[in-house]
């Protein structure tokens, strides 16, 4: 059986090979070879394909047995290009760092630790200290969860000692004890009228592509934040900022872009509009997940999924089992 790793993934090469078998033979492509049919004539019935894109427009893939995505969203996936008779998995193990991400975020605005320390100098610290400003705190505040799946959950799990207000919105989540209260989708405008920080951390799909607009934008109070560490596309892009610009919402910490570059030569802008120099909001590259410690996470479980596929054992993290009667 050859692995091959396609694009980014071919990076860890070295990791992965060193987790499998020798019989396992790991393979690195360009990444190029997720949407061009140049390299289909290695793949083979038997082999895995490692990949975060992968489609076929007009050319039909060659067979192979598993499509292990290194990452959750799918997004980047063409299902219908995925031939029928292989398996597709994906993986998680970034529901801590995005948490730990998000409530830095909250906790950042709430103290203002910036502002303060550019306010300390020796020269004025009298002044400064006789009339220091009050910062915030967590305790009290609504926590609005726009997702209730594993980083949702995991992101309520640390926040709830923090002594917020948990509001989760799911299509199909269950609160437990993690919340205080599950809303579902025609709550929205209730979620977004209480929430002082609304995390959107629910998949991009055609039901929540754009769902918050203007008209939702507006239903928001005006000290409201928001932070978006699931799909841009999921809120409007010129809508949030102009509610950013005009100060609708009072800030927001922009993990995910609405424009991504996929040749290893591309260069794009993330955004149609300036984000980037607005005051009020804080621009990071898709890292909050990015730590030294989740690839090891994530190419452990895509090994061990490689070798119960070589074993014939049930896979974990199934997307879509093969269809029943396919033939290739």
């Known amino acids: 059986m050859k692995v091959y790793l396609i694009g980014e993934a071919a990076n860890h090469q070295g990791r992965l090979a060193a ?35 992968f489609s076929r427009q007009g050319a039909k893939a060659p067979p192979f047995r598993l499509l292990h995505v290194p990452g959750a ?39 203002r630790l ?5 306010s300390f100098r020796p020269d004025t610290w009298s002044q400064v200290y ?30 709830r000692p923090l002594g917020v207000r948990l509001l989760a919105l799911d299509a199909a989540g269950e609160a437990g004890d993690l919340a205080d209260e599950m809303l579902r989708p025609g709550d929205l405008p209730r979620l977004l009228a209480e929430a002082d920080y609304l995390i959107v951390a629910c998949p991009l799909t055609d039901a ?8 939702e934008l507006a239903r928001m109070k005006r000290s409201a934040v928001i ?11 010129e809508s949030l900022y102009l509610a950013l610009r005009d100060e609708t919402i009072a800030g927001a910490y922009l993990d995910v872009w609405y424009r991504y570059p996929s040749g290893a030569d591309d260069q794009v802008v993330p955004s149609d509009f ?11 590259p898709h890292s909050c997940a990015w730590t030294v410690n989740l690839p090891g996470r994530r190419y452990a479980v895509i090994a061990q999924n490689i070798q119960r596929l070589s074993a014939g054992q049930a896979l974990m993290n199934v997307v879509r089992a093969p269809r029943t009667g396919a033939v290739e």
């Open 208 to 215: 929540t592509r754009g769902l918050i607009g203007a008209t």
């Open 73 to 111: 969203g799918l997004d980047g996936i063409d299902l219908d290009s995925v031939p029928p008779s292989a398996w597709i998995c994906n993986v998680f193990e970034h529901e801590a760092a995005i948490a730990e991400f998000v409530l830095f975020a909250m906790l950042r605005t709430e103290i």
């Open 114 to 118: 910036d502002e303060m320390r550019a």
């Open 130 to 159: 006789r009339n220091r400003v009050p910062h915030g705190e967590l305790l009290g505040r609504t926590v609005g969860l726009l997702g209730f799946g594993r980083i949702g959950r995991a992101i309520a799990r640390r926040a």
């Open 274 to 284: 300036p984000f980037h120099e607005l005051p009020n909001v804080v621009c990071t």
């Open 19 to 53: 987790l499998l078998p020798s019989k396992h033979v790991v393979v690195p492509l360009p990444r190029e070879a997720a949407w061009a049919a140049d390299f289909d004539g290695q793949i083979g019935p038997n082999d895995v394909l490692v990949s975060l894109r």
């Open 227 to 237: 932070v978006n560490i699931s799909r841009a596309e999921i809120v409007v892009e």
